[in-house]
């Protein structure tokens, strides 16, 4: 065999390294159509139903549970919500944090990474609102597009914004390439299938996300625009609402567009929903 033989020979073994470098790198899937990963991110207990205008024997569950999801497009990803307890509070050995009444079992980065996915593969991160039991891991997002509100991150990035809020969650965000909303929706990939749909009143700028999947059909993603179902077949609002007229508006929205688009809604606080759910690595599509 020549020298150049064995020259072109070890320079095609070489290419072939470098072409399946990436590829074991990354065990992101193909996807063709859209599809949804939910990660758990733990419980809140101990609430007091009368904040939500119930007694206790008027709900089924009064617990909630804490989700966060993953949208995978073929044209790219979406994070909605960052979780509810900082991957960074939990300890090396893994055990379950508690803090307050939140807990959580698992950090949000290993299920993420579980399904294939880095903060670092994140195209856009949407936050349904504020509170902190839905941004507890923003800042690992803070390379992705922000998609917000305006009336919401005015809010957020104030000097001493007061509520259920921990500024240190996200203020890597006030950085971030932002994809600012005027009270209206955005049809994120540009096809109709993931659409971040304006829904102001439990904060300024609450938003929820419709996604169009190819087999379960459309799901809502509601964020906190109901924590029980039986908020939406009461029509009662809870006691802290930004604005409960707002509320109001934007449930009569969500119903007409859900009844509309033969689309199913899921309540994100709502055990049941969830419990039915198939989790992450597993997806919804
Ligand atoms: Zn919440």
């Known amino acids: ?32 159509t859209p599809r949804i990963y939910i990660f758990e991110a733990g419980n809140i207990r101990g609430l007091d139903p009368k904040l939500f205008n119930f007694k206790r024997e008027e709900l089924k569950e ?75 891991n923003a800042n690992d997002f803070a390379s992705a597009t922000w998609i917000v509100q305006k009336a919401e991150r005015d809010y957020m990035l ?16 006030r950085n971030s390439k932002t994809r600012i909303l005027n009270n209206e929706d955005l049809d994120v990939f540009g096809d109709g299938s ?24 459309g799901v809502l993603l509601g964020g906190d625009l109901y924590h029980y179902p039986e908020e939406r077949t009461t029509g009662r609002i809870p006691t802290f609402e930004f604005n409960a007229d707002q509320s109001r508006a934007s449930r009569q929205k969500v119903e007409a567009f859900l009844k509309q688009n033969k689309a199913e809604l899921w309540i994100e606080h709502d055990i049941a929903t969830h419990a039915k759910l198939p989790k992450a690595p597993q997806f919804v599509e």
């Open 1 to 32: 065999m020549s020298m150049r033989r064995v020259f072109i020979m070890l320079s095609a073994v070489a290419a072939l390294f470098v072409m399946a470098a990436p590829e074991a790198q990354s065990q992101r899937p193909t996807v063709t």
């Open 62 to 136: 009064v617990d909630f549970v804490n989700i966060a999801y993953l949208i995978v497009h073929p044209k790219g990803t979406l994070m909605f919500e960052a979780g509810a307890v900082q991957d960074s509070h939990f300890k090396a050995d893994g055990s379950p944090v508690t803090e307050g009444i939140m807990s959580a079992s698992r950090p949000l980065k290993p299920q993420l990474a579980a399904a294939g996915y880095s903060p670092a593969d994140i195209t856009y991160l949407a936050m349904s609102h504020y509170h902190s039991d839905h941004t507890a």
């Open 158 to 173: 104030a000097d001493k914004p007061q509520g259920i809020i921990q500024p240190a969650h996200y203020s890597a965000l």
């Open 194 to 217: 993931v659409v971040v749909m304006s829904t102001p009143g439990h904060t300024p700028g609450h938003q929820v996300v419709f996604v169009r999947l190819a087999k379960r059909g």
